[in-house]
């Protein structure tokens, strides 16, 4: 069997504006993915009250200022409405800094029919997303420092827990090595990344091997292989894959690599979440 876990629509605003849902799932079938699970952006700190926000203005440039709440309402409300038509197809959401609008968080948790819930943090509190950030004119020690409070919120994120998996753990990585040439030493994060993984075990959570990073110039998934064999040291066994995909094309993409590199990290399993359930098959 083989799946990905995390895509995007038309209904994120930094996916193409081409990639209806339908569209998604029929290129999934033709891959011969067994599962593909769409995943729309809600980060909840650009949660507004209905209304101040239309999908169209969301769509604009600089549409990130606009709130999230239709759009992922949006994007769940048509993929379960596909679902009947589309068997392979699965309806989730990426649940982005939750913490920042807990109420907003809760909206969306309440929403029936979801399958998956992925958590992830794509900025830190009051600052903006890392993909904005210039890292090569910044001091090592701002750069470390900034992954310090990264490691910190997304601690704290594991601890709340309202999500099913974890999603691309080291994503400020694809911007700060793979855009700016930035090298990072994440030995100084072990120790806060040991207590991520204590935590998502404890709490039966999984963590999500994003494969986006293979087709960007960071070159690898995230997390990479280090943090893989750590979590699976510490008796990690809950692993969602996903291609992270904002266009069509991207469906897909890098998943037969990542599993390959899971079995080499000593997985035997991967995690398919329906109805917010996990269900592990074997690898391949
Ligand atoms: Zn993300
Ligand atoms: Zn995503």
Redesign the pocket.
Known sequence: MHIDCHTHSRFSPDADPAAGITSMAERADRLGLDFITLTD?CDCCYWLPKGEGSYEEYQKEDSMMFGCRDYARASISEALSLKARHKNLLCGV?L?EPLENTAAADEILGIDGLDFVIG?L?MNPGKPDFYFLQYDKMAGSEVAALLDDYFAQLLKLCEWGGFDSL??LT?PLRYIEGECGVGVDLARYDDTVTQIFKTLIESGKALELNTSGYRQKYGKSFPDERFLKMYRSLGGELVTIGS?AHKVADIGAGIKQGEELLRECGFKYITLFKERKASPFIIG
């Open positions: 952006h990426e982005g992830s794509h999603a691309h994503y992270d």
